[in-house]
Nanobody, 124 residues
Framework: QAQLKESGGGLVQAGDSLRLSCATP????????MGWFRQAPGKERELVAA????????YYVDSVKGRFTISKDDRKSTVYLQMNNLRPEDTAVYYC?????????????????WGQGTQVTVSS
């Protein structure tokens, strides 16, 4: 299984921005669709954004549309999540995950390989 490592989380104020990074083994982001998930205390893990491995099409959950942007660098085998205009309800542990390319990237069941997560806390 690919080893994924997230970074870039932190404590910020509402309205601030953060950029999360997910480092993956070479070529992972070309072989798999990549997704960013988040999980707040007491809540289910939620798929926030995803990017297609080949055509770079993207998916976003409604609550982050217009604020978050997922991207990837194939040469660095890294996936990013740019988060702007952060809100307290964005507070969660954020995980990146690799998704099977045969399953739509908007479906949670596509993802089997997870990182350890990075904490994002947004104060009001």
């Amino acid at each position: 299984q690919a080893q994924l490592k997230e970074s870039g989380g932190g404590l910020v104020q509402a309205g601030d921005s953060l950029r999360l990074s997910c480092a993956t083994p070479p070529r992972t982001v070309m072989w798999y669709n990549m997704g960013w998930f988040r999980q707040a205390p007491g809540k289910e893990r939620e798929l926030v954004a995803a990017i297609n491995r080949s055509d770079r099409s993207t998916y976003y959950v409604d609550s982050v549309k217009g604020r978050f942007t997922i991207s990837k660098d194939d040469r660095k085998s890294t996936v990013y999540l740019q988060m702007n205009n952060l809100r307290p309800e964005d507070t969660a542990v954020y995980y990146c995950a690799a998704g099977h390319p045969g399953t739509p990237m908007s479906e949670k069941k596509a993802y089997e390989n997870w990182g350890q997560g990075t904490q994002v806390t947004v104060s009001s």
